[in-house]
């Protein structure tokens, strides 16, 4: 059973940054592309970047675009994702997920994920 555990989330000011960290388990970490996705109160959830199986592919949502960049480290079997420049419209629970297949590409289709963590919430306050 593919399980993914998102950490890194916090109260941040402003400007300030944050690093959210996804751990895997139970998949073959290194074949799948991963994501993260963010729902705003009152909002649908929404793409923010991908990464396809190698790490050689990112991909992000306009809004992000330069201020957030998303990792992996097969070896840890973990996917990052440092955000900088944090503004309050960043705040959002932030999920992880998992390409449904392997040798997946950096997608923005939620459609794509078959599996996703529970969330951690950043909160940017101004």
């Known amino acids: 059973q593919v399980q993914l555990v998102e950490s890194g989330g916090g109260l941040v000011q402003a400007g300030g940054s944050l690093r959210l960290s996804c751990a895997a388990s139970?998949?073959?970490?290194?074949?799948?592309?991963m994501g993260w996705f963010r729902q705003a109160p009152g909002k649908e959830r929404e793409f923010t970047a991908a990464?396809?199986?190698?790490?050689?592919?990112?991909y992000y949502a306009d809004s992000v675009k330069g201020r957030f960049a998303i990792s992996r480290d097969n070896a840890e079997s973990t996917v990052y994702l440092q955000m900088n420049s944090l503004r309050p419209e960043d705040t959002a629970v932030y999920y992880c997920?998992?390409?449904?297949?392997?040798?997946?590409?950096?997608?923005?289709?939620?459609?794509?994920?078959?599996?996703w963590g529970q969330g951690t919430q950043v909160t940017v306050s101004s």
């Open positions: 997920a998992a390409n449904s297949r392997p040798f997946g590409r950096a997608t923005q289709y939620s459609t794509d994920f078959g599996s």
């Open positions: 139970g998949l073959t970490f290194n074949i799948y592309g």
């Open positions: 990464i396809n199986w190698s790490g050689g592919s990112t």
